[in-house]
């Protein structure tokens, strides 16, 4: 069911989700509301980010696990790709990069070190075949 507000359609969340975002903003507080990953407390909460997505938004991970194979089978070299406009070797499903800059508001998402550690942390949000 969707909640209109202001003619804007927002998805309601369930119970459900709404219990593990609850959880997760209470994992936050008591991490001493972190706002980005250049400490331990960071990497934590970008942990349960990761595991509070996948659960409360199933379709959501296995969509875009299947996108990412899906990607990989035709994808440009990376000479081709930076001509074609960029090469980007990680990304992130919408709900879930709301998620990372609503409780990390300071990480710099397109840091190459970030990206790197983010890549080897959760090897699902790798797009690229290449070594990054």
Same mark, same amino acid.
């Given at each position: 069911?969707?909640?209109?507000?202001?003619?804007?359609?927002?998805?309601?969340?369930?119970?459900?989700?709404?219990?593990?975002?609850?959880?997760? #903003?209470?994992?936050?507080? !008591?991490? &001493?509301?972190?706002?980005?990953? $250049?400490?331990?407390?960071?990497?934590?909460? +970008?942990?349960?980010?990761?595991?509070?997505?996948?659960?409360?938004?199933?379709?959501?991970?296995?969509?875009?696990?299947?996108?990412?194979?899906?990607?990989?089978?035709?994808?440009?070299? #990376?000479?081709?790709?930076? !001509?074609? &406009?960029?090469?980007?070797?990680? $990304?992130?499903?919408?709900?879930?990069?709301? +998620?990372?800059?609503?409780?990390?508001?300071?990480?710099?998402?397109?840091?190459?070190?970030?990206?790197?550690?983010?890549?080897?942390?959760?090897?699902?949000?790798?797009?690229?075949?290449?070594?990054?």
């Amino acid at each position: 069911m969707n909640v209109t507000v202001d003619g804007v359609d927002y998805e309601e969340a369930s119970k459900i989700t709404t219990a593990y975002m609850l959880g997760l #903003i209470g994992v936050w507080e !008591k991490l &001493g509301k972190p706002t980005d990953c $250049s400490t331990n407390s960071g990497w934590v909460v +970008m942990d349960n980010i990761m595991q509070v997505w996948m659960k409360a938004f199933p379709q959501e991970w296995t969509q875009w696990k299947q996108e990412i194979l899906d990607s990989l089978e035709t994808e440009r070299t #990376i000479a081709a790709s930076v !001509k074609a &406009g960029g090469y980007f070797p990680m $990304s992130y499903p919408t709900r879930l990069y709301k +998620m990372i800059k609503t409780l990390l508001p300071k990480q710099k998402l397109n840091d190459d070190e970030f990206i790197h550690q983010m890549v080897n942390r959760y090897p699902f949000l790798k797009t690229t075949k290449y070594s990054v």
